[in-house]
């Protein structure tokens, strides 16, 4: 017997109705035109973030930065992946669709201060791209054109959370009222004249005057920080020495991995320099280190997260920016990638992560555990990472190593500077921070762990000793 149709199931697959498929407003070629100016939007907002991680002060941002780098290289890669899907090579991505909207986006990476840039970033250049998106599945076949669909509602999603993280900015910052009116004018005319994002609007007469732009953009390679830093230059306690004596128990020892998450904050100010200042490189090494600059910025949060769980205000220990401090001014960018891997690649062994996440099972702590088992996973994939982008273009494993111990151990050697210099007295935090961590958890404080005293004068966090002179 035939099977009866049921005329009552969605008809298309459930993918849209049919006057949605039978559109004809967009041909191919019109869609592979807009997505390529959707993705120039995406890939410059991506350089916008990234080009502020570094020096924006604020925690907050700095995070929400080094997130919001990560979702545009993402976006941008899906785009990249489709228009490569409809007959286009050579694919052109590289190709600036028009000078208005490159003149929006040197604005808004010009600005001179974070609220301009919040501004800029928040309230103009997303919610525009946010609009171009929505317009473009308004117009679209949506099944003849269904790979490009998906992948833009996919990108809603998260083009949704940063205008909602981006909405809370603006009121925080008042950047509306503070914010010059004739620059936020200057941004959206500059879009209009390229005929919106789309480029579908009527194009009119470029007759903007760049503000911010007139001069060229100059990364600020220092890294900078809110008020609840301080003590920036400390390295007066050094927490693998404790965490790798057996001396120690596993609970006190999760207090000093959750110290060296939070500290990871150093990581993507220092990998943001390398990818403001190795613009050269492909896209693919843009995208992948952008990953690895957000997933280390996640790793500072789960430092953070372990701290409160344990009832400890963080802002009372230094978060060191000696790291990012001395690889931003005293290396290349290619000697800090050098570093960078050396140091990732040395967590692989067994004493590296394997090791922190057995720490974090054996203390009794399920969530120190837990971050530590997705540190764990995270660093698995930063080592392919840096084996992709770094060490091929080195040549050999071993040369490579080689050189990325050689510029860490460039920078280690200024402990006693810092003193004499008057940047800090390397005050040993510890045994307040350990005390009350005892007292919120009904302890006793072991006498040995609390007289813990190891700094890094002599010894780097690999447990090599550092020589004066290297
Ligand atoms: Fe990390
Ligand atoms: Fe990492």
Known sequence: M??????????????????????????????????????????????IFTSHITAEPNYELKMAFSL????????????????????????????????GLQRACDEVLCAPSTVERIHGLYAVLLPLLNESLTQYLAKTNRLADAPSVRLLRFAQLELADMLAFGEQTVVALDSANTVQGRWVSLLHNSVANAGGISGREPVTPDEQLPQYSAQPFEYDRVPKRDARFQDSFNAGVNPEAFLYDPEFSPRDKTLMMFYKRLREIDVPEMMASILVEMPQKPWGFKRDMTRQLWDEARHAMLGEVGFRQAGIDWTQIPISFIWSYNLNTQLTAQERHAVLFFIEQGLM???????????GKASGNPLAALFQDFDWADEVLHAQIGREWYVKDFGDLNGAMAYGDKCWSKVLSHWREYIENGLTEHRNWWPDIYQQACRNWGVEPDPRALAYHETYETIRADLKSISGSA
Not at 79 to 92: A, K
């Open 68 to 99: 919001h780098a990560h979702l545009c290289a993402e976006h941008a890669q899906s785009i990249r992946t489709r228009v490569s899907e409809m007959r286009e090579p050579p694919l052109g991505l590289d190709v600036v669709p028009h000078a």
């Open 349 to 359: 062994p067994k004493t590296g992560k394997r090791y922190e996440w057995e720490v």
């Open 2 to 47: 035939p099977a009866t149709p049921l005329p009552q199931l969605p008809e298309l697959a459930g993918l849209c109705s049919y006057e949605e498929a039978s559109r004809t407003a967009l041909s191919l070629d019109d869609c592979v035109v807009w997505l390529k100016r959707m993705h120039y939007v995406w890939k410059r907002l991506h350089q």
